[in-house]
């Protein structure tokens, strides 16, 4: 998928991680061109926009995700009137009229997917007439496919995923996509793009049957839906702590990360499984603990910190994957940027205990009365082994925008042979 296409590519949206995906994208040279849709007018001219894109406060300047220290001057031919740039050959142009998709001009430039980075389209189950636009707007005006940046959100609770729409991580699920069909994919979100990748491997080797319980929490970088200081909450709200300053606080919140996974792992769904969040004041770079309960087989190797880990250095060593394992110390910003890190596994801290848990079987549902009154001991002890894995990504460019960039490459690959 290196190779140039004759494909025109569409982002809506520029904020975090639209301008990361603009990024990318133009480090892939995989499209042609790219039009990115702000929705409104930016700075004085074109040209402010072109210092937006090229700057910033994580990941410096784009000279320097593209060349290193070698990095020069990569913008040129920057016309207003026409809204072009080009962008270290790519030529870019900016759409700066409306942010209703209904309303963009993507059949006018021969657009084929578009990325929609912005967060406000989240439901697609609503036609393309919906008041403030939504996804389905973007097909209505010359998109092939829409792929969502974050996890669907469908408002009516009476309704389900419609059958052309479907989620998919990079590295996980991707065949569930299929061209024929499927014309609005979610990517999911970053914290299921890492817990995807670390519970396949688990899944793949011990299976769903011997793993009884899961949790995992999160400790996650600041986003943009958060607040620089504290202000009043808006009217309805449930959460005050929103509200709070995420420069000076440890915000609790909450995931959907549990229910996306079962979208991108069936097997999840034979799991008990929780997912906790906690904010944080870094820009970027996140970690999940997981925590896993595996009831132990007595036709197998008792399960214990190697096994666990050698099951991550066996995923870290297979072509085309996304898992990284570590056996070194690292903190949050050793991770930030490193290149298809979907999930690194931090092994120095992989840690597990084996306990004997006692269980009434009287207790148990789904047991037949006749079948109670046959045992002799109605408690049983099953050996039980519980192990902690710590797992980093960055959750803005090494990450999500990363697998999200490998994701569309594939949906436009898959698109050409239809």
């Known amino acids: 998928m290196n190779k140039t296409t004759e494909l025109v590519l569409g982002i809506n949206g520029l904020g975090r991680i639209g301008k990361l995906t603009l990024w990318r994208h133009i480090a892939g040279k995989y499209f042609r061109e790219i039009v990115v849709n702000t929705g409104r007018e930016a700075g004085k001219s074109l040209s402010d926009i072109a210092h937006y894109i090229v700057r910033d406060s994580t990941y410096v300047s784009l000279p320097m995700y593209l060349y290193g220290c070698r990095g020069g001057d990569i913008v040129s031919d920057v016309d207003d009137s026409k809204g072009t740039m080009t962008i270290d050959g790519i030529k870019v142009t900016i759409l700066r009229k409306s942010r209703n998709p209904k309303e963009l001009a993507w059949r006018d430039h021969n657009v084929g997917p578009v990325i929609d980075t912005t967060g406000r389209f989240?439901?697609?189950?609503?036609?393309?007439?919906?008041?403030?636009?939504?996804?389905?707007?973007?097909?209505?005006?010359?998109?092939?496919?829409?792929?969502?940046?974050?996890?669907?959100?469908?408002?009516?609770?009476?309704?389900?995923?419609?059958?052309?729409?479907?989620?998919?991580?990079?590295?996980?699920?991707?065949?569930?996509?299929?061209?024929?069909?499927?014309?609005?994919?979610?990517?999911?979100?970053?914290?299921?793009?890492?817990?995807?990748?670390?519970?396949?491997?688990?899944?793949?080797?011990?299976?769903?049957?011997?793993?009884?319980?899961?949790?995992?929490?999160?400790?996650?970088?600041?986003?943009?839906?958060?607040?620089?200081?504290?202000?009043?909450?808006?009217?309805?709200?449930?959460?005050?702590?929103?509200?709070?300053?995420?420069?000076?606080?440890?915000?609790?919140?909450?995931?959907?990360?549990?229910?996306?996974?079962?979208?991108?792992?069936?097997?999840?769904?034979?799991?008990?499984?929780?997912?906790?969040?906690?904010?944080?004041?870094?820009?970027?770079?996140?970690?999940?603990?997981?925590?896993?309960?595996?009831?132990?087989?007595?036709?197998?190797?008792?399960i214990n910190r190697q096994v666990i880990n050698n099951i991550y250095r066996q995923a870290a060593a297979s072509p085309g994957g996304y898992l990284v394992y570590t056996d070194e110390q690292n903190v949050s910003s050793d991770i930030i940027a490193m290149p298809k890190a979907a999930a690194i596994i931090e092994g120095h801290e992989t840690h597990t205990r084996t306990a004997e848990v006692s269980i009434d079987v009287e207790r148990l549902t789904g047991i037949k009365k006749e079948h109670m009154e046959d045992l002799k001991d109605t408690e049983v002890s099953i050996p039980l082994t519980q192990a902690v894995i710590y797992g980093w990504y960055d959750n803005e460019m090494g990450n999500y925008v990363n697998m999200l960039g490998e994701l569309t490459c594939y949906i436009a690959e898959s698109g050409q042979d239809i």
């Open 122 to 302: 989240l439901d697609p189950t609503l036609s393309a007439d919906e008041p403030g636009g939504s996804l389905r707007g973007h097909l209505e005006t010359g998109a092939e496919r829409v792929i969502l940046s974050a996890p669907f959100k469908i408002k009516d609770s009476a309704k389900s995923i419609p059958d052309d729409a479907v989620t998919c991580v990079k590295g996980i699920n991707e065949h569930a996509y299929d061209p024929s069909r499927h014309k609005i994919i979610s990517a999911a979100s970053c914290t299921t793009t890492c817990l995807g990748h670390m519970m396949k491997p688990l899944l793949d080797v011990i299976g769903a049957k011997r793993i009884l319980t899961a949790s995992m929490a999160t400790v996650h970088a600041a986003t943009g839906s958060q607040q620089v200081l504290d202000r009043l909450a808006k009217p309805g709200a449930k959460d005050l702590r929103k509200n709070r300053s995420i420069l000076n606080n440890i915000i609790l919140t909450t995931t959907g990360a549990a229910d996306t996974l079962a979208l991108v792992l069936p097997q999840m769904k034979q799991i008990g499984f929780m997912a906790e969040s906690v904010r944080v004041p870094i820009t970027t770079g996140s970690l999940i603990i997981l925590t896993v309960n595996i009831q132990e087989d007595e036709t197998r190797a008792s």
